[in-house]
């Protein structure tokens, strides 16, 4: 198994950065596919972003594609989401999730859940 936390959250205005991690522990992260998703009060869970375990291919939502980065850092069992041009409309909790294989876009897919980190974006 692999445990997850999240961190970076937090207030920032809109047009601002944030750089949210997703650390690891238990089993060697490199094993796992992770993804990013964010839940706004009243909403479903909704993807944001994936990556493969080597972090050669990622997938992304559209309406997230050109502002937000993700990557990881196997050695340092983390996963980064760079969030660029802020919205008010992304502001959500923000949940790192791991899955054994694949690149999915669905939370069902994945098996681990970190416990989100709150992004509140100011206009």
């Known amino acids: 198994q692999v445990q997850l936390v999240e961190s970076g959250g937090g207030l920032v205005q809109a047009g601002g950065s944030l750089r949210l991690s997703c650390s690891a522990s238990g089993r060697p992260f490199a094993n796992y596919a992770v993804g990013w998703f964010r839940q706004a009060p009243g909403k479903e869970r909704e993807f944001v972003a994936s990556?493969?375990?080597?972090?050669?291919?990622?997938y992304y939502a559209n309406s997230m594609k050109g502002r937000f980065t993700i990557s990881r850092d196997n050695a340092k069992n983390t996963v980064f989401l760079q969030m660029n041009s802020l919205k008010p409309e992304d502001t959500a909790v923000y949940y790192c999730?791991?899955?054994?294989?694949?690149?999915?876009?669905?939370?069902?897919?994945?098996?681990?859940w970190g416990q989100g980190t709150q992004v509140t974006v100011s206009s």
């Open positions: 999730a791991a899955m054994e294989s694949g690149l999915g876009a669905t939370p069902n897919l994945y098996s681990y």
């Open positions: 990556i493969s375990r080597s972090g050669a291919s990622t």
